[in-house]
């Protein structure tokens, strides 16, 4: 008997349909004789018509606190569903909101972090040998209000439940079934991982490859909790392991990921004096614009450059931010591109084989593929290529290295 | 400066234009320097929408529980949202779920009582200026679940927190602008009432006007809160006040009101021992089958006959519950009928006005309709006749009291 937690995203239980046979799924592990807790996400695109129906009522933005009152209420919605169509099959089973399955959080609503779970009620309702269904993605912060945790909360939600609870297993079932060295949609030679570590799905998750939010793999890696991905629609095929430290299947490179999410932006002239950078990057955190890569020119005739890349819809407050610093700080010009996107590979293996980055240039150079900007760290490389080209490049690094 | 609740049902909020009419109906009380709590019912149809999704999942009943969890989301949903439309206007606004507004109930789900009302929630939300918007119809049992109190169970809420707050003024917006002496879509001559005395009001509910939950006129009646009854769409226009003792405006009857919801049944033959109603209506009690009229024929030849009304919808539970006291009870044949409706009269002067009821026959009378079924009381007198028949007499019944 083994305690699993299992997470099923919005598209897995969309319809009746759906969440028959998410049901089925949940009833073969129970029947196994294991405690069997689900988190569940909004039935399929719920979150965000809920959105739109607030946009609709005030376009510049509700207050965060009545966004997370209103959508909170589609996970709500798809815990008591999933636990109706359990009930059909006639197995115990109970749906318990974040609030009521013990989720604290901070106050920072539509981003709220979680703070700690109380797993009384949980462990109570196992006990009682319920089929626990948690509505994920949710908690409640010290003021008695609802908050949520922001976009793939959910899986948060999962692996936080599982490493409190010591969960045996926590599968996170999507709608491909496993991790992949590349988008299989984009790459048509891409393969299925049978594990990968937790830094490189981080990579991976935050170079958008979208399988995992990186939070819950951030999580996962803090309290060891080894995480099974795989799909909802082909549940009896082994998915991918995500753990601390993989096995022998040393591959040189652990994927490729591409991510059209991303804007560029070049201050350009700025005095070459200490403390620039500081100032620049200081107000970005105020403005809470999240900065991905950075690079900084040599200094020449008294002058720097500094580009920086953040994702496209921040890209506005990024500039808006720079330019409040007129006064204090002295540029020739602020340019920005948002037809770029940043194509990665990452690979725990790479830091010791020198010849990797020349491979992937290489690769790009042949397919006459401009490079815009390179950014190195230890477990990965990305540039930024024109976004017209980003597809073809994605592929082209990823047979460079899978063949 | 008063302290002032307000309740809108789901049709006064049922899309972005209605929600922003009921923002400014608030906004006009709140700008006035009055503390306003407003109590809202779940937008529109979504209510049915959800009940229908769960019983497409489980057509036999999905367990009551779930149930609420399901349709409890239906206002928090219409919460937000008219917090987010009263944010447009540029006021201070907060929406509480049922639980934050401090609702306790019983733990019969789907039909939950309220138990207690904690304000210190609403107390300090006011105290800080805020317009406090409250999801109506919701509580939380003492297994901190969700429970909702039943159809109409909004106005209830309404009239709770009206009473716990000791409020100046509880203000009940319908689609129509007052209580009628007939539902003017099928009366012409309707005259609408200034004011109404709580008993009046019950029985008029309970006979099918549906403008008021009868539960939230009984705890109104029995904490003193005078209701106002008007219309969302007409604010400006004064509507009909529910309270104990109405003014000079002395009419003989009050209202006249029909029910087709009903269903009447008959035991024939019964033998006439003692102990045989309280076995036939202690067994209906036993399957929670809300009677209404009764009526018990004079002993003959050692028999007598039973006839009592349900709701239509209760019928089949009556009958399969009376067929499971054969061999306790003793009787010739069980008849039923489903094309009856009740016309009734009501009003506090009739029972010194011993001509009331002869007046009412009379104009069925002239009006070549049958009387089934007489039953009366000290407010109300009601007959049961032929459905095709309904519309008929209770116009011809107004008139002969209204003119």
Request: with cysteine; hydrophobic share 40%.
């Amino acid at each position: 008997m083994a305690l699993i937690v299992k997470k099923f995203g919005g598209s897995s239980v969309a319809n009746n349909e759906k969440l028959l046979n998410v049901a089925k799924i949940i009833e073969k592990d129970y029947k196994a004789g294991n405690d069997v807790i689900v988190v569940v996400s909004a039935q399929g695109d719920t979150t965000d018509e809920l959105l739109e129906k607030a946009y609709s009522i005030n376009p510049k933005g509700p207050s965060k606190r009545e966004l997370d009152m209103l959508v909170s209420a589609g996970e709500q919605m798809s815990i008591s569903l999933l636990a109706m169509t359990i009930e059909t099959l006639g197995l115990p089973v109970v749906s318990l909101l974040g609030w009521q399955a013990g989720f604290t959080t901070d106050s920072n609503y539509s981003i709220a972090r979680i703070r700690k779970i109380d797993p009384e009620r949980i462990r109570a309702e196992l006990a009682k040998k319920n089929i626990v269904i948690v509505a994920g993605f949710q908690g409640l912060n010290k003021y008695d209000d609802i908050t949520t945790l922001g976009r793939g909360g959910s899986d948060t939600s999962a692996v936080a439940i599982a490493s409190v609870l010591k969960a045996d297993l926590c599968q996170i079932y999507t709608d491909v079934d496993g991790v992949y060295t590349a988008d299989p949609r984009i790459v048509k030679t891409a393969k299925k991982m049978n594990e990968i570590t937790y830094d490189e799905m981080l990579e991976l998750a935050t170079l958008g490859a979208q399988v995992l939010n990186n939070r819950s793999v951030e999580m996962a890696k803090k309290y060891g909790i080894e995480l099974e991905v795989l799909s909802s629609l082909t549940p009896e095929v082994k998915g991918t392991i995500v753990k601390e430290v993989v096995g022998m299947e040393k591959m040189l490179i652990r994927g490729v990921a591409k991510d059209s999410n991303v804007s560029r932006i070049s201050i350009v002239g700025l005095q070459d004096q200490p403390g620039v950078a500081f100032k620049v990057f200081e107000r970005l955190a105020q403005a809470k614009v999240n900065v991905d890569i950075i690079l900084q020119s040599v200094g020449r005739d008294g002058t720097k450059d500094i580009t920086f890349t953040v994702t496209a819809d921040q890209c506005n407050t990024a500039i808006e931010s720079i330019k409040k610093l007129e006064g204090t700080l002295n540029y020739k010009k602020l340019v920005h591109d948002e037809s770029v996107c940043k194509v990665s590979i990452v690979g725990t293996g790479m830091q010791t084989h020198p010849g990797v980055a020349a491979k992937m240039f290489e690769a790009l150079s042949d397919a006459d593929i401009n490079i815009q900007t390179i950014s190195t760290s230890e477990i990965k490389i990305s540039v930024l290529v024109d976004t017209k080209q980003g597809e073809r490049a994605l592929n082209v690094v990823h047979d460079a290295f899978m063949l």
